[in-house]
């Protein structure tokens, strides 16, 4: 064999070999995008053979219904769910339920195991929009809705984007002032997602003088967020059309590996305080009220339990018998860059301070929401090292002569890297 003829003979074994690398890398990562990408048309499909089919509502008290005359009939989630079962009338729906008012995307990804993907559901239609504030976005906002986007999606979820409109944006003359609805509309081209924009629909509708707001948002309700049925009908029309046009296009999702904002919210957990065992002196385990100032507020409906501190015991319904025992911290170990708290808050509830790392952040925290049973939703801190355990306390701050508590069901944290919570 002369010199050098071993290698020319290897060079083209080598270019295939190559070759062959390269595309089964392009498949790997082709594989990697439609693995759990689901169909519009195909949901459509099953629906008209009469499948058993589960849709989820996530979202806050528009989500829910608040000022419809009926939440359960008129509320855009019940109109859906009409419109649903009116156009695939052989099929068996299941519609979940899961709006809390006044939350936000944040607490809606720490929500997304329990309250939804653990119902299995076929398709969601999300919107915290309002509750985030749709003129305004901060990385921690934008990553927990991409983070709820994605991991629905990765379950062979659909879900459809929703942007549900106050007065206030109805009779905005700019909409690129809403910076959250261009980066969730970003989101939504990226993940390949119809949008229901319930902003724009009203927005042009009122704007060409085809739309009286009197009649959305009457003077005598004063209530300039929450409409009334006629409102629910243009959510619900927006919803559908979105829907629909997911459907009409054959509309496939996607999963790129990029992400359109950033991963602050990648990874989460929530962790129940009750299993911070032994607990500290001065707190036990109890069972969330069955009773609030709204129905999306009753804790029972979103808490599994919760731990309570208090300096007194509860003898009856508004009753409590003070004690002098000392409430000690409630310490742990987690790893993340943010964490939340997410409980009960009650007409007693006290203040509490948070101990991080030997050091206490200079701002006090109340369990009080309100005087009736409301939501404890308490973002602590965002701007964690994630790439390090931190030790963490919760130190109750209650007056000598009030009777007070804290009431908490989980510690949640989030992070790009590892996150964990431990006693």
């Known amino acids: 064999m002369p010199p050098g003829h071993e290698n020319t003979t290897q060079v083209p074994e080598l270019r295939a070999e190559n070759m062959n690398k390269i595309i089964a890398s392009l498949m790997i990562v082709s594989a990697a995008l439609s693995l759990h990408a689901a169909s519009f048309d195909a949901f459509s499909r099953k629906a008209q053979n009469g499948a058993r089919l589960t849709v989820a509502f996530l979202g806050g008290s528009l989500t829910w219904g608040a000022n419809a005359s009926d939440p359960l009939k008129t509320s855009y989630r019940a109109l859906v769910g009409k419109a649903l079962q009116e156009k695939y009338p052989k099929a068996h729906f299941t519609f979940v339920n899961a709006a809390i008012g006044g939350t936000g995307a ?60 106050a007065k206030t944006h109805v009779e905005e003359k700019d909409l690129n002032k809403m910076l959250r609805r261009t980066e969730n509309r970003k989101m939504a081209d990226h993940y390949n997602l119809p949008v229901a924009d319930a902003v724009l629909l009203m927005n042009t509708l009122y704007h060409n003088g085809k739309l009286d707001l009197n009649t959305i948002w009457p003077p005598d309700s004063f209530d300039n967020t929450h409409p009334v049925d006629a409102g629910y009908k243009l959510y619900a029309q927006a919803v559908m059309e979105a829907y629909n046009h997911g459907v009409n296009n054959k509309m496939q999702t996607r999963i790129p590996a990029q992400w359109t904002s950033n991963t602050s919210y990648r990874n989460v957990a929530r962790v129940k305080a009750s299993e911070l065992t032994p607990l500290p002196q001065g707190w036990e385990i109890s069972k969330p009220e069955t009773n609030a100032i709204a129905f999306d507020f009753v804790m029972s409906r979103w808490l599994d339990n919760i731990v309570r501190a208090a300096n007194n015991r509860r003898v009856g319904r508004d009753k409590y018998e003070m004690h002098d025992k000392p409430v000690e911290a409630l310490s742990f170990r987690m790893k993340g860059s943010s964490i939340m708290l997410f409980g009960e808050a009650k007409g007693t509830g006290g203040d509490f301070r948070v101990e991080i790392n030997g050091k206490l952040l200079p701002r006090t925290f109340s369990g009080r929401r309100g005087n009736g049973v409301m939501p404890l939703v308490l973002n602590i801190v965002d701007n964690l090292d994630g790439k390090v355990e931190h030790r963490v306390q919760i130190i109750p701050e209650f007056l000598l002569d009030k009777a007070q508590e804290l009431r908490i069901e989980s510690i949640c944290v989030a992070g790009s890297g590892e996150v964990y919570v431990k006693q």
């Open 106 to 165: 944040q607490l809606g990804l720490f929500r997304l195991e329990r309250d939804v993907l653990s119902h299995k559901p076929d398709l969601m239609f999300l919107d915290f929009t309002l509750n985030d504030n749709l003129y305004k976005i901060s990385d921690a906002t934008l990553s927990a809705y991409e983070s709820i986007i994605r991991q629905t999606l990765e379950k062979g979820c659909l879900v459809v984007p929703v942007f549900l409109a």
